[in-house]
């Protein structure tokens, strides 16, 4: 279990698939996600569920509130030891907890698990442009813009862009507004 102020995270479980299913299958969870536009089925979800088991190079948790409710995942893709750094990807896929602080406390347990457990020198990740909310969270979170890749997706009728966002370790260390565990 990896603890925040106000969300655990722990381990996916088989029976996470239907949580997940409704999430994804949702058009305004989906609107925000890389995943494909069709409706997924519980068989598609179940073999994305048995890669992730043998994925070296993906950890998929769980985010739970305090009260133990499931209301996202947020993972680590393309761990890369030798060079220290992944990619970091979150879902809240309970609209209820969107614009309340449970993502960027995810975010930042997260991050200190990848940088003061795994070794991890640096996280990264992509977001679209109209997607203000979770910009404006992973700057909160201490990410930094690093660039734009211009019409790279196409979503609601145009192309859009998707930001480029990184953070360092010492960004983070530097940042960190809660005392370190003894």
Known sequence: MISGKR???RAIERGDIPTFLKWLNDPQVQRYLGRTPFP???AEEEKWFERQLNDEKSRIF???TEKGVHIGNIG???IDYKDGKAALGIMIGEKG???QG???DAIKALLRFAFEE???HRLYLSVFDFNKQ???CYEKCGFRQEGIVRESVFRHTRYQNEILMGILRHEFEGDRDDPPDD
């Open 134 to 136: 979770a910009i404006r």
């Open 118 to 120: 795994l070794n991890l």
């Open 62 to 64: 769980a985010i739970e």
């Open 40 to 42: 997924l089925s519980f």
């Open 7 to 9: 969300v655990r995270l």
């Open 97 to 99: 907890y969107w614009g």
């Open 76 to 78: 680590l893709h393309e």
């Open 102 to 104: 449970y993502g960027s």
